[in-house]
C-alpha cells in the first residue's frame, strides 16, 4: 500500500474517530455532571455532537455518532448501569430518534454540500473562462489566445486532444492545440463544409457525446462558424460540469476564430482596394505616356494652321488632315484607356442624375458633329433620376451618337429617348441609316468587331462594358426606319428635396 | 509642347513667356505679370496644384490648368484651389485661344463692375436681383436666384458643385449634388430652357455647370 493511498485512508477515517471519540467525550461529560447533580435530558446534547458530524461530514460518520451514544448512554447510564439491555419502548424511541437525527442531517447536510460544491465549481469555471476570454480579447496576436484556449481544454480530465482548424477561404488551417493528421484535417474541412458535427453536439451550453460515431477511436468534429474544433474525449461518462467547461470554451474559440476571420477579411479587401488604385496609377500614366506626344503634334500642327504663319492653302490643308488624323489616335487611345480601365474595374461613381441632363452634355460634346443633322429628343422631364456614373454614361451616348453620325444619311434624323420600364430606365438612340444584318446584332458590341474599315471596334464595346457595369443591359435591333441601340440604366433610391 | 504653344500663341499675337518648372514659374509672375498662366499639372518638382496655391497670392493672373489626366477630380480639385478653367490635352490652338480669351474677357467685366449680366438673351441684373428672359420678368425661389446670381458673377468659368453647396446653401450645407441638380432643373424650366439642349446653364459633366458667357 502507498503512502499515498494510506494518508488517503487516514484522512477519511477521522471523522469517524472523531464520531467515537466525540461520543466518548459526551458520555464522560455526562457522568461528571450527574456526579453532582440530577440533570435529567443531558442526552440531548448527543445531538448536538450528530447534529454537527451530519453537517460537517455526511450522513455515515453522524450515524456512527448516534449508534455509539446510545451504546454508551445505555451502558453508563440506563438502569441496570453496566448492561446494554434495552427495556420498554421509550429507550427504543431515543435510538430511533438518534438515528433519525443522525440521518436527516447527514442528508441535509450532504445536498447542502453538493450544491455548495457545484456553486463553487461554476463560480471556478466561470472565473476561469473570464480570465481565459480577457487574455484571449486583449492578446493581439488571436493564434497565441486560441493556444491559451486549447491548453485549457486539454487540461479537462478525460480531454486527450483540443485542436482548432480555421476555414480560410474553403482551405482547412491548423492553428492551434494537438496535431492533426492530414486525414483528420480533411475531415474536419468536410464537417465544415457540411455543417455536420461528427461525433459530439453542442446544445443547451454543453457538450454532448453521440452515440454513433462513424470512427470510435478518433476525435470528433465541431463545426463552428469560421473553422472547425476537433477532440478527443476518452473517458465514457464525463462529469457534466467538465462537458460544460468544454462547451464555453468551444464558444470561446468560435469567437476567436470569427475576429481571426474579420481581419483576414478586411486585411483582404485593404489588398484588393491598394491592387485597384495600382491599376488606376498604371493606367493614368500610360495615357500620359500615350497622349502627351499627340498633344504636342496636334498643338504644332494646329500652330501652323494661323493665317500669321503663312502657308499656302494646299499646306494647310494637308497639316488639317494630319491634325484629324492625329486627333483620330487620339480617340483610339482614350477608348482603349477607357475600355481597359473598365476591365480592370475602376469603381464607379455612381451618383443620383436626370437623364436629360445626360444627354444635353453629350449632344453639346458633339455640338459641332451634329451640325445639319435632326436630333429630336423623346424623354420626358419628369422621368426619374438614375443611379450612375455620369462621365462613364456620358461616354456611352457619345459612343452611340458617334455611331449614329457615321451611318445616318447626310441630312438624315437621330432619335434619342428615353422611359421608365420596370423599374429601371430604358434609353435608346435610333438612326434612319441601313439595317444591320441579322447576324451581326450580337456580335456588333465585341471588342475590336466593326463593319466600318476605319473603325476601331471599341466605341460600342465600351458601351456594353460600362452598362454592364451598371447592372443594365444593352442591344441593338432594326426599326421601321432603322437601327436603334437600346440600354437600361438603374434608377436611382432618391426623393427629390425642395 | 512648349514650342508648339509658344509658336501658335504668338501667331495669334500673344506675348508667350515660357518656364521649366512650378518654382519658376510662382518667381517669373511676380516680376513678370502675366494676364493668363496655362499651368501644366505635370510638372517636374513642385507638381501643379502647389505651383496653384503658390501661384495665387502673388498673381492676379486667371490661370488655365492643361491636363493629360482625363480624371473629373482633377479637375474639380484645381478649379476648387483657385483655377479659371481647365483644357485636356491633347487640344488644337484654335479651343485654346478661344479659352483664353474668355479668361481675358470675364478679367475684364469683372472689373467693370457691370450690374447687368447677359448670357443670350438671359439678363440678370445684379443691382435689383431681377431676371428677365427676352425682356420678360422670370420670378425665381432665394435659392434659384442664389445659384444663378453665383453663376452670373462667373459667367463662362465652369462652377464645381461643392463650390455651388457652399455658396447658395453656406458652409455648413447637408446637401449633396442631387440638390443642385434639383435646383438647375427648376431654373431651366423657369427660364424655358431645355435640359437635353441648355442653352443657358450646361453642364461640366462630373465637375459642375457654367453659365454661357
Redo the contacts between chains.
Keep these: 500500500m502507498s503512502a499515498r493511498k494510506l494518508t488517503a485512508m487516514m484522512r477519511r477515517s477521522v471523522p469517524y474517530a472523531i464520531a467515537i471519540a466525540g461520543s466518548v467525550a459526551i458520555t464522560a461529560a455526562i457522568a461528571v455532571v450527574q456526579a453532582r447533580t440530577s440533570v435529567s435530558g443531558l442526552e440531548t446534547v448527543y445531538l448536538l455532537l450528530v447534529l454537527w458530524l451530519g453537517v460537517r461530514w455526511g450522513r455515515w460518520p453522524a450515524v456512527v455518532a448516534s449508534v455509539c451514544a446510545f451504546l454508551l448512554y445505555d451502558f453508563f447510564f440506563v438502569p441496570p448501569v453496566g448492561t446494554f439491555t434495552v427495556r420498554g419502548p421509550s429507550e427504543l424511541l431515543e435510538l430511533v430518534v438518534l438515528l433519525a437525527v443522525a440521518l436527516v442531517t447527514g442528508q441535509l447536510a450532504a445536498s447542502l454540500r453538493r450544491s455548495h460544491a457545484e456553486s463553487e465549481a461554476i463560480a471556478s469555471e466561470a472565473r476561469a473562462l473570464y480570465q481565459l476570454a480577457t487574455a484571449a480579447l486583449r492578446s493581439p496576436e488571436v493564434t497565441s489566445a486560441l493556444s491559451l484556449l486549447c491548453g485549457r481544454a486539454t487540461a479537462i480530465r478525460g480531454v486527450s486532444l483540443f485542436s482548432l482548424v480555421a476555414m480560410d477561404f474553403g482551405h482547412a488551417v491548423p492553428l492551434a492545440g494537438g496535431e492533426l493528421t492530414a486525414d483528420q484535417l480533411k475531415q474536419a474541412a468536410w464537417a465544415h463544409e457540411n455543417g455536420r458535427s461528427v461525433g459530439v453536439s453542442i446544445s443547451d451550453g454543453t457538450i454532448q457525446l453521440m452515440k454513433t460515431r462513424p470512427d470510435p477511436g478518433g476525435p470528433a468534429y465541431l463545426p463552428l462558424a469560421s473553422g472547425v474544433a476537433v477532440m478527443r474525449i476518452d473517458v465514457a461518462h464525463p462529469a457534466p460540469e467538465d462537458l460544460r467547461m468544454l462547451a464555453a470554451l468551444t464558444g470561446l474559440a468560435g469567437l476567436l476564430l470569427d475576429r481571426r476571420r474579420a481581419a483576414l477579411e478586411s486585411e483582404r479587401a485593404r489588398g484588393f482596394e491598394a491592387s485597384d488604385r495600382l491599376k488606376a496609377a498604371v493606367l ?1 500614366s500610360l ?2 505616356e500615350l ?2 506626344p ?7 500642327l ?8 503663312g502657308l499656302e492653302p494646299e499646306q494647310k490643308a494637308l497639316l488639317q488632315d494630319l ?1 484629324r488624323q ?2 483620330r489616335l ?1 480617340h483610339m487611345v ?1 477608348d482603349m ?1 477607357a475600355l481597359s480601365r473598365l476591365e480592370a474595374g475602376v469603381a464607379l ?1 455612381k ?4 437623364f ?2 445626360l ?3 453629350a ?2 460634346q458633339l455640338r459641332s458633329d451634329l451640325k445639319g443633322r435632326e436630333v429630336t ?1 423623346d ?1 420626358d ?1 419628369d422621368l426619374p ?1 438614375v443611379d450612375v456614373d ?2 462613364q454614361v ?1 461616354r456611352v451616348l457619345v459612343n452611340l451618337l458617334e455611331n449614329a453620325l457615321e451611318w445616318a444619311p447626310a441630312g438624315g434624323r437621330i432619335a ?1 429617348g428615353a422611359a421608365a420600364r420596370d423599374g429601371h430606365l430604358e434609353a435608346w438612340v435610333e438612326n434612319d441609316g441601313p439595317f444591320i444584318p441579322a447576324s451581326d446584332l450580337d456580335r456588333i458590341f465585341d471588342t475590336f468587331w466593326t463593319r466600318r474599315a476605319r473603325g476601331s471596334g471599341l466605341g460600342l464595346a465600351i458601351c456594353k462594358r460600362v452598362v454592364e457595369a451598371h447592372g443594365g443591359t444593352i442591344r441593338a435591333e432594326n426599326m421601321r426606319r432603322g437601327p436603334r441601340f437600346t440600354f437600361t440604366l438603374p434608377l ?1 433610391q ?1 426623393a ?3 | 509642347m512648349q514650342r508648339a504653344l509658344r509658336t501658335g500663341l504668338g501667331y495669334h499675337g500673344f506675348d508667350v513667356h515660357a518656364v521649366g518648372s512650378g518654382e519658376e514659374a510662382v518667381r517669373e509672375s511676380a516680376a513678370w505679370r502675366p494676364d493668363v498662366v496655362l499651368l501644366d499639372l505635370g510638372l517636374p518638382g513642385m507638381d501643379g496644384f502647389q505651383t496653384l496655391a503658390a501661384l495665387r497670392p502673388h498673381t492676379r493672373a486667371a490661370v488655365i490648368v492643361v491636363s493629360v489626366m482625363p480624371g473629373e477630380r482633377d479637375k474639380v480639385r484645381a478649379l476648387d484651389a483657385g483655377a479659371d478653367d481647365y483644357v485636356v490635352k491633347p487640344f488644337g490652338t484654335e479651343e485654346l485661344v478661344a479659352r483664353i480669351r474668355a479668361v481675358l474677357r470675364r478679367q475684364a467685366d469683372v472689373t467693370s463692375g457691370e450690374p447687368v449680366i447677359r448670357s443670350g438673351d438671359l439678363e440678370i441684373d445684379l443691382a435689383h436681383r431681377a431676371v428677365r428672359v427676352g425682356g420678360k420678368p422670370v420670378r425665381l425661389t432665394p435659392t434659384e436666384y442664389e445659384l444663378l446670381r453665383y453663376l452670373a458673377l462667373h459667367a463662362g468659368k465652369p462652377v464645381t458643385h461643392s463650390t455651388l453647396l457652399r455658396q447658395v446653401w453656406g458652409a455648413y450645407a447637408v446637401g449633396d449634388k442631387y440638390n443642385t441638380r434639383y435646383v438647375v432643373a427648376q431654373i431651366r424650366k423657369k427660364l424655358g430652357d431645355d435640359s437635353s439642349n441648355p442653352r443657358y446653364i450646361v453642364n461640366e459633366p462630373g465637375v459642375g455647370y457654367r453659365l454661357e458667357a
Design positions: 493614368s495615357s500620359h497622349k502627351s499627340i498633344a504636342s503634334l496636334r498643338a504644332g494646329t500652330a501652323l494652321l494661323s493665317p500669321r504663319a491634325d492625329a486627333n487620339d482614350g484607356l461613381d451618383e443620383p442624375h436626370r436629360a441632363d444627354v444635353g452634355s449632344l453639346r429628343v424623354a422631364e433620376p455620369e462621365v456620358g434619342l436611382a432618391v427629390a428635396t425642395r
